[in-house]
T-cell receptor, first 118, second 117 residues
Framework: AQKITQTQPGMFVQEKEAVTLDCTYDTSDPSYGLFWYKQPSSGEMIFLIY??????QNATEGRYSLNFQKARKSANLVISASQLGDSAMYFC???????????????FGKGTKLSVIP | DAGVIQSPRHEVTEMGQEVTLRCKPISGHNSLFWYRQTMMRGLELLIYFNNNVPIDDSGMPEDRFSAKMPNASFSTLKIQPSEPRDSAVYFCASSHGGPYYSNQPQHFGDGTRLSIL
């Protein structure tokens, strides 16, 4: 089973609107972290936001927020007031504390391509 | 603040040639990762160093691939001999923390786009 599932291969959003990118995860670890990265067409991977499994509040970083629903094992990224520069691939990733494969490892989803329409 | 620096940004070479990719991690970070990204397989971890020591190289495809980290500020990934199926984007990333759980994010370099003809 996939550990990170991003069900939206591509999405469109109107400029200045908000958009939610879905991410569900699968783990039996009680302690884990969830990360979102942005990859523009230029290719670099940019860290956006982090949510820990024990964090009581949803993480926020500027226009980015993470809608963390632990019982549903979802960690959706919300981008408010979309800008043309938000057009990119977005990757959800997870790190598990007690993974036999090594708790340093990030497991990435396949990504969602977001296109912002002027 | 300087981020992770990778060189070269692009490399085009012929099959059979040796390829060396270079990485300078963020100063103070003690963990370094090499990844490969392809359309078919997404992002794959190749090797992980902690405090300059290779901890996990299980993702290295085969003996043609080797990686070194001679000091805290420099790492190389070498492919010898290169093959067309090695064509991909190779990323280096660094972070604080060790082999055990950390909430520290990995910060990626801009990547090296490698094409083997």
């Amino acid at each position: 089973a996939q550990k990170i599932t991003q069900t939206q291969p591509g999405m469109f959003v109107q400029e200045k609107e908000a958009v939610t990118l879905d991410c569900t995860y699968d783990t039996s670890d009680p302690s884990y972290g969830l990360f979102w990265y942005k990859q523009p067409s230029s290719g670099e991977m940019i860290f956006l936001i982090y949510q820990g499994s024990y964090d009581q509040q949803n993480a926020t970083e500027g226009r980015y927020s993470l809608n963390f629903q632990k019982a549903r094992k979802s960690a959706n990224l919300v981008i408010s007031a979309s800008q043309l520069g938000d057009s990119a691939m977005y990757f959800c990733a997870m790190r598990e504390a007690y993974s036999g494969a090594g708790s340093y490892q990030l497991t990435f989803g396949k990504g969602t391509k977001l296109s912002v329409i002027p | 603040d300087a981020g992770v620096i990778q060189s070269p940004r692009h490399e085009v070479t012929e099959m059979g040639q040796e390829v060396t990719l270079r990485c300078k991690p963020i100063s103070g970070h003690n963990s370094l990762f090499w990844y490969r990204q392809t359309m078919m397989r997404g992002l794959e971890l190749l090797i992980y160093f902690n405090n300059n020591v290779p901890i996990d190289d299980s993702g290295m495809p085969e003996d043609r691939f080797s990686a070194k980290m001679p000091n805290a500020s420099f790492s190389t990934l070498k492919i010898q001999p290169s093959e067309p199926r090695d064509s991909a984007v190779y990323f280096c990333a660094s972070s604080h923390g060790g082999p055990y759980y950390s909430n520290q994010p990995q910060h990626f370099g801009d990547g090296t786009r490698l094409s083997i003809l």
